[in-house]
C-alpha cells in the first residue's frame, strides 16, 4: 500500500469518527431534556404520592378532631373550628377545608358523623419544563360517633369529685343500662358506706371509688372514657308567658294549670297539675303530707330556682310522651348556676320522665322512681340516697334514650 493510499484511508476514518461524534452529541442534547423530564417525574410521583399520604392523614385527624368537638355537644361552627384548627397544626397551610356535619355524602349521610375534605395545589419542580400548572390533590375522612351503651343517670361536670355519689345504705338496681360521668376526677363515681348497687357498667371520664363491690355487667368499670354529650342539650328553654299564674294556699283540694308562677310554687293538700309547660320563677316546693299529682307535665326551673320535695310527701308526676318536652319532667335552667334540687317522698311516689339540670346538683332521697322505673337523671352532679329500681326501657313514654361511652372510628 502506497504511502498516499494510507493516508487517504485515514483521512476518511477521522471524517467518520467526527461525524460520529457529532451524531451522539447532537442526539445527546436532543434527549437530555426528555431524560431529565422522566427523572424528574418519577421524583415528582413519588413526591405527590408522599403529599397524598400526608394529606389524607390530616384529613383523618382533622374529622376525629371535629368528632371529639361533636361529642362534647358543641355546635357547628364549633365543630368546624376544632377541625380546621387540627388541620393546620398538620401542615395544610394555603390549602382549603369543607367540613360536613353530618356527612354531604357516603353511606354515612344520616349518622352522627364529621367528614371533612381537604384540598391542596401543589407546585411543579422538574416537569414544569412540559406544563406550568399546579398539581390539585384532595382527601376526605368521616368520623363516625357510636353509642356503647345507654345511660339511666349522666352527671355532666367535667372535673367534679363525687360527680355521682352512692351513700349510706342506699340499695339501687339499675337494669339495661350505665351510669356515666363526664368528670375527670379519679373518684368521678363513688360508692361509699353500706350502699348496694347493680348496673350494666360504670364508665367514667376519670376513675371509680368503690367501698364494696358493684354488680355488674362488664367486667370492670371503664375508666378514662371519652365524655358523653348533653342529651338535652338541644331542647330550648320555654318562655315565659303573661300573665303570672299564682296558687290558693288556703284549698285543700286544688287544680291548677300551666303557665309562669312568678313567685316560684308551694304545694299543699291535694294539688293536680294540668298537662303542659309550667315555669317557675322561684322556687317550687311540695310540703310535708301533700299528694300531688298530673299526668304530661314538664315543669321548668328559671335562672336558679330549684325543686324541693318533703320525705312525707306523695308525689306522682309524668312527662308527656309526645312534642318538644316529650319525656322530660324537671328541667333546670342552663342560665343558672349552683343550688342543689332535693327529690323525696313516698315509697307510693312517681317521678316518670327524665329530671335535666344541667347547672345544677341533684339529691335523689326518696325510695321511689318512675312509673316502670322509668326515671333518668342528667344533672351537673348526683348524689343517691333512696333506695328504688330505674330501668331504661321507656320510648313507650315518650323518654329518649341517653348516650353514654361514645366511641370515635375512621370509617371513610
Same mark, same amino acid.
Given at each position: 500500500?502506497t504511502?498516499k493510499?494510507?493516508?487517504?484511508?485515514?483521512?476518511i476514518?477521522?471524517?467518520?469518527?467526527?461525524?460520529?461524534?457529532?451524531?451522539?452529541?447532537?442526539?445527546?442534547?436532543?434527549?437530555?431534556?426528555?431524560?431529565?423530564?422522566?427523572?424528574?417525574f418519577?421524583?415528582?410521583?413519588?413526591?405527590?404520592?408522599?403529599?397524598?399520604?400526608?394529606?389524607?392523614?390530616?384529613?383523618?385527624?382533622?374529622?376525629?378532631?371535629?368528632?371529639?368537638?361533636?361529642i362534647s355537644? @358543641?355546635?357547628k361552627p364549633t365543630?368546624?373550628?376544632?377541625a380546621?384548627?387540627?388541620a393546620?397544626?398538620?401542615?395544610?397551610?394555603s390549602?382549603?377545608?369543607?367540613?360536613?356535619?353530618?356527612?354531604?355524602?357516603?353511606?354515612?349521610?344520616?349518622?352522627?358523623?364529621?367528614?371533612?375534605?381537604?384540598?391542596?395545589n401543589?407546585?411543579?419542580?422538574?416537569?414544569?419544563?412540559?406544563?406550568?400548572?399546579?398539581?390539585?390533590?384532595?382527601?376526605?375522612?368521616?368520623?363516625?360517633?357510636?353509642?356503647?351503651?345507654?345511660?339511666?343517670?349522666?352527671?355532666?361536670?367535667?372535673?367534679?369529685?363525687?360527680?355521682?355519689?352512692?351513700?349510706?345504705?342506699?340499695s339501687?338496681?339499675?337494669?339495661?343500662?350505665?351510669?356515666?360521668?363526664?368528670?375527670?376526677? @379519679?373518684?368521678?363515681?363513688?360508692?361509699?358506706?353500706?350502699?348496694s348497687?347493680?348496673?350494666?357498667?360504670?364508665?367514667?371520664?376519670?376513675?371509680?371509688?368503690?367501698?364494696?363491690?358493684?354488680?355488674?355487667?362488664?367486667?370492670?368499670?371503664?375508666?378514662?372514657?371519652?365524655?358523653?354529650?348533653?342529651?338535652?342539650?338541644?331542647?330550648?328553654?320555654p318562655?315565659?308567658?303573661?300573665?303570672?299564674?299564682?296558687?290558693?294556699?288556703n284549698?285543700?283540694?286544688?287544680?291548677?294549670?300551666?303557665?309562669?308562677?312568678c313567685?316560684?310554687?308551694?304545694?299543699?293538700?291535694?294539688?293536680?297539675?294540668?298537662?303542659g309547660?309550667?315555669?317557675?320563677?322561684?322556687?317550687f316546693?311540695i310540703?310535708?303530707?301533700?299528694?300531688v299529682?298530673?299526668?304530661?307535665?314538664?315543669?321548668?326551673?328559671?335562672?336558679?330556682?330549684?325543686?324541693?320535695?318533703?320525705g312525707?310527701?306523695?308525689?306522682?308526676?309524668?312527662?308527656?310522651?309526645?312534642g318538644t318536652?316529650?319525656?322530660?319532667?324537671?328541667?333546670?335552667?342552663?342560665?343558672?348556676?349552683?343550688?342543689?334540687?332535693?327529690?323525696?317522698?313516698?315509697?307510693d311516689?312517681?317521678l316518670?320522665?327524665?329530671l335535666?339540670?344541667?347547672?345544677?346538683?341533684?339529691?335523689?332521697l326518696?325510695?321511689?322512681?318512675?312509673?316502670?322505673?322509668?326515671?333518668?337523671?342528667?344533672?351537673?352532679?348526683?348524689q343517691?340516697?333512696?333506695?328504688?329500681?330505674?330501668?331504661?326501657?321507656?320510648?313507650s313514654?315518650?323518654?329518649?334514650?341517653?348516650?353514654?361511652?361514645?366511641?370515635?372510628?375512621?370509617?371513610?
Open positions: 500500500m504511502f493510499r494510507f493516508t487517504r484511508i485515514r483521512l476514518a477521522d471524517g467518520i469518527r467526527r461525524g460520529t461524534s457529532a451524531n451522539v452529541a447532537t442526539i445527546f442534547a436532543l434527549t437530555l431534556p426528555i431524560v431529565v423530564g422522566a427523572a424528574g418519577g421524583i415528582e410521583t413519588s413526591y405527590w404520592y408522599y403529599n397524598s399520604l400526608k394529606l389524607q392523614a390530616t384529613a383523618d385527624a382533622a374529622a376525629y378532631a371535629g368528632a371529639l368537638e361533636r355537644g @358543641s355546635d365543630i368546624t373550628a376544632a380546621t384548627q387540627s393546620a397544626s398538620n401542615g395544610l397551610g390549602g382549603t377545608i369543607v367540613v360536613n356535619t353530618p356527612p354531604a355524602s357516603g353511606p354515612n349521610t344520616a349518622k352522627k358523623a364529621v367528614e371533612v375534605i381537604v384540598s391542596q401543589l407546585d411543579r419542580m422538574f416537569t414544569s419544563i412540559f406544563t406550568q400548572g399546579q398539581v390539585p390533590e384532595q382527601a376526605r375522612a368521616v368520623a363516625l360517633i357510636t353509642d356503647a351503651s345507654k345511660a339511666c343517670m349522666t352527671a355532666l361536670d367535667p372535673a367534679a369529685s363525687k360527680a355521682v355519689w352512692f351513700s349510706g345504705s342506699t339501687v338496681k339499675f337494669s339495661h343500662c350505665v351510669i356515666m360521668a363526664n368528670s375527670t376526677a @379519679s373518684d368521678a363515681i363513688t360508692l361509699q358506706g353500706s350502699a348497687l347493680a348496673v350494666d357498667c360504670l364508665i367514667s371520664a376519670g376513675g371509680v371509688s368503690l367501698s364494696n363491690p358493684v354488680t355488674t355487667v362488664c367486667a370492670t368499670p371503664i375508666t378514662q372514657a371519652l365524655p358523653a354529650p348533653d342529651p338535652f342539650a338541644d331542647l330550648p328553654a318562655a315565659a308567658t303573661n300573665p303570672c299564674q299564682n296558687i290558693n294556699g284549698k285543700t283540694t286544688q287544680t291548677i294549670q300551666p303557665g309562669t308562677y313567685s316560684g310554687l308551694s304545694l299543699s293538700g291535694n294539688v293536680t297539675l294540668s298537662p309547660v309550667y315555669v317557675v320563677q322561684g322556687n316546693k310540703n310535708a303530707n301533700a299528694i299529682a298530673g299526668a304530661g307535665v314538664t315543669i321548668f326551673m328559671a335562672g336558679s330556682s330549684t325543686v324541693s320535695m318533703n312525707n310527701a306523695t308525689v306522682n308526676l309524668s312527662a308527656p310522651t309526645s318536652y316529650s319525656g322530660v319532667l324537671m328541667y333546670g335552667d342552663r342560665m343558672g348556676t349552683g343550688g342543689q334540687n332535693t327529690f323525696n317522698g313516698t315509697a311516689s312517681l316518670t320522665g327524665a335535666y339540670f344541667p347547672k345544677q346538683q341533684v339529691n335523689y326518696g325510695n321511689f322512681s318512675g312509673n316502670g322505673g322509668c326515671t333518668q337523671v342528667v344533672a351537673d352532679t348526683i343517691w340516697s333512696g333506695n328504688s329500681t330505674i330501668n331504661q326501657d321507656c320510648s313514654l315518650g323518654m329518649r334514650n341517653i348516650p353514654a361511652a361514645q366511641s370515635v372510628a375512621l370509617v371513610e
